[in-house]
């Protein structure tokens, strides 16, 4: 049982290789395209996704790759159903996102990015400016990710619903609308999350962001394209909506000189969300936990339809 490990986001420590070995798998670290390329005719399993779409034409015994991405629109989905190969995807951060989306809307409805501004400036001066208790929530997109953000805004009593592509029903939400019914609800919508996959498309543009509430905010934790970022920044530059916060953007702020650094309440976070200290032993963790099932002949877990 040959594995491939080409992590894009670290090189896979001595103890993770040791535990795939234990598992019975024979390992090879690819550091650069060149390694990739040489051991994927071998590879029976590819962990990490970095140099997938040029070494999956070479390979000739693989069948499973786990993606160390939570999304899967960047991968080549044709090449993998065309070889008949399992993909699944990496779930691992979707709490640390969560958790990153909500404490951003926190900080804007508390006013933070302003008393940290005041304190560097060394000036003592109470925000007047408050906004009001959020009540209601609307979450676009319903995945892990959405799902996590749900759970932590009912844990503070916010009425959460969630926006996807098919009405279905969805416990994680206090209520679903499915495409073209969850525009309904934002005029009531307090704080508005985006969470989706790139195959979503443009969510929000500017018929979406004039019809919230003027306090309202919003938090793009999904794909920058999802949102228009221009119609945000113009939206907020005259005063409409409460606040925005970006972890995504398409494209990404153009030098020191782009518009997106002056936007008054708008936070920058550079595609930070997913970080953490924990990140790559997680990764480490959760792949070898998907070997596991794999060698026993179990279900892997966050499995895709190429």
């Known amino acids: 049982m040959n594995v491939l490990m080409m992590y894009s986001t670290h090189v896979p420590t001595a103890e993770h290789v040791a535990r ?20 994927a005719p071998d590879a029976e399993i590819i962990f990490g996704h970095r140099y997938l779409r040029q070494v999956l034409p070479v390979t000739t015994r693989l069948r499973w790759v786990q993606s160390t ?20 995807r990496m779930t691992a951060a979707a709490s640390i996102i969560a958790r990153h989306a909500v ?15 005041q304190q560097d400036a060394r000036r003592w001066q109470q925000p007047s400016d408050w906004l009001p208790f959020p009540e209601r929530a609307l979450v676009l997109g319903t995945g892990s990710i959405g799902k996590a953000i749900a ?30 019914a969850w525009a309904e609800a934002l005029p009531r919508t307090d704080w508005l999350f985006v969470a989706a996959p790139a195959a979503a498309g443009r969510l929000v543009g500017t018929p979406e962001i004039r019809a919230l509430p ?93």
């Open 69 to 88: 991405a939570g999304g899967v629109d960047r991968l080549p989905l044709d090449g993998l159903r065309e070889r008949g190969v399992q993909l699944t």
């Open 103 to 117: 404490t951003l809307a926190w900080a804007l409805a508390r006013n933070i990015p302003t008393l940290v501004r």
């Open 214 to 306: 003027s306090h309202a905010i919003v938090v793009n934790v999904g794909r920058g394209a999802s949102i228009d970022t221009d119609a945000l920044q113009r939206a907020r530059t005259y005063g409409h909506l409460g606040g925005a916060a970006l972890d995504v953007f398409d494209p990404t702020p153009a030098g020191p000189d782009d518009p997106i650094w002056t936007t008054p309440r708008l936070t920058v976070s550079p595609y930070v969300a997913a970080h953490h200290a924990e990140r790559h032993r997680r990764t480490e963790a959760m792949c070898e936990a998907q070997l596991a099932r794999y060698t026993q002949g179990e279900p892997l877990h966050d499995t895709v339809d190429v």
């Open 151 to 180: 759970k932590r805004l009912r844990a503070d009593g916010i009425w959460t619903a969630g926006g996807r592509r098919r009405d279905l029903p969805d416990l994680d939400f206090d209520e679903v609308r499915p495409a073209g």
């Open 20 to 39: 795939i070995a234990a598992l019975g798998g024979e390992v090879t670290v690819a550091t650069d395209e060149a390694g990739a390329l040489d051991a």
